[in-house]
């Protein structure tokens, strides 16, 4: 087999750049290891800044998106049993929009497929070949082994993909940081608490009340990350929520939940996002704690700046867009861990906090709900900053 850029991961990521090389006449194939079924009905983030619904919808894959995401103005910080509104829109002149990302993925998914794009599903990627002069990605499917030969592989097979592991570690600096917490989260079939996000600063710890449509609540919960879900039943998380989220004027109606898990939470980035002929591009490069909703976010900001640089490559030969691909796209990503690390310290509780320690914590949150500047900061920051010019 033979294309032009190798992706390995049908994810945000790589669908986005596959979508963005077919409208610059650029060939890919994408390999992914799981089936389509799969992809599709994996509930990860769901909340997209105004870049990455512009991205989408430029590239005429937002109709759905348009007719049945949930538009936010703003968001609630909650603390001290009250809530704080930030006006986003009112402050920065956007939007963010709820909407799932297995939702993305059959938009992506049925564009591409529709568009004569080929994607391998359940093509079990196994060794990266040659990534200094032709690269090769030889993988696994029906049981039968097969190379894809190609110019360039683009790893968006996510953290725990194969594509980083290639890289030698003498050529990669990592930057890491686990927290001492994890959010338990549920879906469940019942209305939301409210129309907007609702982050909860608790002495009991965090809690999030967010939707994926008026009649599907997505909810979380602060709790260790040794954690077991099994010690987690229904009725136990339903009265945490109760006690996190207080009196509000919409009274939290507990549904079925369909869905439960335990997610830790982790800061994590990986420079250069280069080696060779290997470009690696969200979650293979970089992890944001998920408080400040910046993951999926992140890939589509990636793939933007790289389907530009082979763009660049491939209609006049130029590989300076390519050789700057890492540092510009760090420059964002370094932005958002900033403002996920501070969202996260500033509203999660800490084992090892003291009396001090809290109270700091809530006059961090005083000033931020007070400070028309500090509101706009966090504003900013929580609908996309913009892309820089390339």
């Not at 809530?83 to 591409?112: C, F, W």
């Not at 370094?334 to 996260?344: A, C, D, E, G, L």
Request: proline content about 4%; some cysteine.
């Amino acid at each position: 087999m033979r294309t032009q850029v190798g992706i390995v991961g049908a994810g945000p990521a790589g669908l986005l750049l596959a979508h963005l090389l077919r409208l610059d006449g650029i060939e890919s194939v994408i390999l992914e290891n799981r089936s389509r079924q799969y992809v599709i009905e994996r509930v990860r983030a769901g909340l997209l800044e105004q870049g990455t619904v512009d991205l989408m919808t430029e590239l005429g894959l937002a109709d759905r998106l348009h007719r049945e995401g949930l538009v936010h103005h703003g968001l609630a910080l909650r603390f001290g049993g009250k809530s704080h509104r930030i006006p986003l829109t009112d402050l920065t002149g956007k939007v963010v929009t709820i909407y799932g990302q297995n939702e993305v993925m059959k938009d992506l998914i049925d564009a591409h497929l529709d568009a004569g794009g080929e994607i391998l599903f359940e093509a079990e990627a196994e060794a990266l070949t040659n990534l200094e002069t032709t690269p090769g990605i030889r993988f696994r499917r029906n049981g039968e082994e097969t190379v894809l030969a190609c110019d360039f592989v683009a790893g968006c097979d996510g953290f725990h993909g194969m594509c980083r592991p290639a890289i030698p570690d003498s050529a990669l600096t990592v930057y890491d940081r686990e927290y001492p917490f994890a959010w338990i989260g549920i879906l469940s079939e019942s209305p939301p608490v409210s129309d907007e996000l609702i982050y909860v600063h608790h002495e009991r710890g965090f809690a999030l009340f967010t939707m994926r449509s008026p009649m599907l609540s997505r909810l979380y919960l602060q709790c260790t990350p040794d954690d077991d879900i099994a010690d987690w039943p229904d009725a136990r998380i339903w009265e945490e929520l109760h006690l996190r989220l207080g009196h509000v004027d919409s009274e939290l109606i507990e549904g079925n939940v369909t869905q439960k898990a335990i997610t830790p939470m982790r800061s994590f980035v990986v420079a250069p996002m280069r080696y060779a002929r290997l470009f690696i591009a969200g979650d293979a490069a970089h992890i944001v704690p998920p408080t400040g909703a910046k993951g999926l976010n992140l890939a589509a900001a990636d793939v933007r700046v790289l389907a530009r640089a082979f763009g660049e490559h491939y209609r006049h030969g130029r590989s300076d867009l390519l050789d700057r691909y890492s540092e510009i796209c760090l420059r964002r990503v370094w932005k958002s861990q900033r403002f996920s690390w501070w969202m996260t310290s500033m509203l999660h509780r800490f084992d090892d906090q003291s009396r001090f320690d809290r109270q700091v914590q809530l006059a961090e949150l005083d000033y931020v709900t007070g400070s028309r500047a500090a509101m706009t900061a966090l504003a900013e920051n929580y609908v996309g900053l913009p892309f820089e010019e390339l």
